[in-house]
Nanobody
Framework: QVQLVESGGGLVQAGGSLRLSCAASGRTFSSLAMGWFRQAPGKDYEFVAAITWSGGRTAYAEFVKGRFTISRDNAKNTVYLQMNSLKPEDTAVYYC?????????????????WGQGTQVTVSS
């Protein structure tokens, strides 16, 4: 079992930045591929970003490319999502996700474990 706890959400003005963190426990962190998803009010979950177990490769949704950066620190069992140039349409609950995987390619599909989510609100 893997437990994921997100932090760092909040209210920010358009054009601002936030950094989300996700602390993982319960399994060797370096055996996990990690990702971030989000859900806006009235909408389905959507993939945001993913990173391989080693941190060597990343993948992003088109709508965040060039603005968001996913990274991880395996020594701290933590994955991050740096969000810059935020837009009102980025408003959503952001979820940290994990999947047991040793693949060298970022996983953009179904994840096994989800955190509780953290709210990000971007005002115009």
């Amino acid at each position: 079992q893997v437990q994921l706890v997100e932090s760092g959400g909040g209210l920010v003005q358009a054009g601002g930045s936030l950094r989300l963190s996700c602390a993982a426990s319960g399994r060797t962190f370096s055996s996990l591929a990690m990702g971030w998803f989000r859900q806006a009010p009235g909408k389905d979950y959507e993939f945001v970003a993913a990173i391989t177990w080693s941190g060597g490769r990343t993948a992003y949704a088109e709508f965040v490319k060039g603005r968001f950066t996913i990274s991880r620190d395996n020594a701290k069992n933590t994955v991050y999502l740096q969000m810059n140039s935020l837009k009102p349409e980025d408003t959503a609950v952001y979820y940290c996700t994990a999947k047991r995987s040793s693949s060298d390619y970022p996983h953009t599909g179904v994840y096994d474990y989800w955190g509780q989510g953290t709210q990000v609100t971007v005002s115009s």
